[in-house]
């Protein structure tokens, strides 16, 4: 089965500081994308970055990157900097065939 | 454009009721994606549709539900009869083509 892992159910970090969420993904597939997605209180599921598989830049976006291993098929984000409102349930998935694929999530707790 | 549009954001119906949720996409997608989120069983795709057009409705979980696209501009998910175990929020999701999806405000139901 092909399927998205979240190992880290849960995560605190102090404010200001940095924090990473691991996942990893099976495919058999050469050409996909990946996301990573919020989703906060409000319930709301926001995109906060994606990368195509075939390019080996990381993705970036403002305080989110990633560090996309494909080889492994390892995709991580790293949150620099982290305020309060980053506080939500992250996300990771891809999309295999027309689906998105999600993995369980990784609750994020910010410390103030 | 105002996004993916879900209704009713809320209901609330006792145990054998008919319920409807109801989704406009964002306009020119051509994907439209169903999903159901609880505690329990996490995010779960229940069909999608592509031009209108039904492509994988193996996640529907009974046959009380089902879902219909009779244009690019509108969905239905109807359960009937609803009973408490469907009690979860309802997202709805559209794309253009294999890219990110992006999701309506959810719909949370519960059934009585």
């Known amino acids: 089965a092909q399927t998205v892992t979240q190992s880290q159910p849960e995560m605190s970090v102090q404010e200001a500081e940095t924090v990473t969420l691991s996942c990893t993904y099976d495919?058999?597939?050469?050409?996909?994308?990946l996301f990573w997605y919020k989703q906060p209180p409000s319930r709301q599921m926001i995109l906060v970055i994606r990368?195509?598989?075939?390019?080996?830049q990381n993705a970036t976006e403002n305080r989110f990157s990633v560090n996309f291993q494909k080889a492994a098929k390892s995709f991580s984000l790293k949150i620099s900097d982290s305020q309060l409102g980053d506080a939500a349930m992250y996300f990771c998935?891809?999309?295999?065939?027309?689906?998105?694929?999600f993995g369980k999530g990784t609750r994020l707790h910010i410390l103030p | 454009d105002a996004g993916v549009i879900q209704s009713p954001r809320h209901e609330v119906t006792e145990m054998g009721q008919e319920v409807t949720l109801r989704c406009k996409p964002i306009s020119g997608h051509d994907y439209l994606f169903w999903y159901r989120q609880t505690m329990m069983r996490g995010l779960e795709l229940l069909i999608y549709f592509n031009n209108n057009v039904p492509i994988d409705d193996s996640g529907m979980p009974e046959d009380r539900f089902s879902a219909k696209m009779p244009n690019a501009s509108f969905s239905t998910l109807k359960i009937q009869p609803s009973e408490p175990r469907d009690s979860a929020v309802y997202f709805c999701a559209s794309s253009s083509g294999r890219d990110e999806q992006f999701f309506g405000p959810g719909t949370r139901l519960t059934v009585l």
């Open positions: 998935a891809y999309n295999r065939d027309d689906k998105i694929i």
């Open positions: 990368q195509e598989a075939y390019k080996q």
């Open positions: 495919t058999s597939e050469s050409d996909y994308y």
